[in-house]
């Protein structure tokens, strides 16, 4: 059963910058493509940016293109989502989730899409 557990949240100025890990247990990390969710206080959790399993494809919702790159390390098991810049909006719980290759779409928007997720990390950017 793979397991996932992030790391690095933190409290941040406005226009700072800050980087979210990912690391998996518990099965082959390179039969899963990665996916980071963001969930603000009193918001429905939201896709941020997703990569193949191979670190050779990534998508980025249009909020984090240009601000956010988001990578891999299969050798270490870890996905890591580097922010620079970043806003007061961007305050949320940053959660990794993963789906199996060949199991469809590399990713999907919706949450409930995903079996595997992680406890999340807080991201706190003050204004």
């Known amino acids: 059963q793979l397991q996932l557990v992030e790391s690095g949240g933190g409290m941040v100025q406005a226009g700072g910058s800050l980087r979210v890990s990912c690391v998996a247990s518990?099965?082959?990390?390179?039969?899963?493509?990665i996916t980071w969710f963001r969930q603000a206080p009193g918001k429905e959790r939201e896709f941020v940016a997703a990569?193949?399993?191979?670190?050779?494809?990534?998508y980025y919702a249009d909020s984090a293109k240009g601000r956010f790159t988001i990578s891999r390390d299969n050798a270490k098991n870890t996905v890591t989502l580097q922010m620079l810049t970043l806003k007061p909006e961007d305050t949320a719980v940053y959660y990794c989730a993963a789906r199996p290759r060949g199991g469809g779409s590399l990713f999907y928007m919706e949450p409930s899409r995903y079996d595997y997720w992680g406890q999340g990390t807080q991201v706190t950017v003050s204004s």
């Open positions: 990569i193949s399993w191979s670190g050779t494809s990534t």
């Open positions: 518990g099965d082959t990390f390179s039969n899963y493509h």
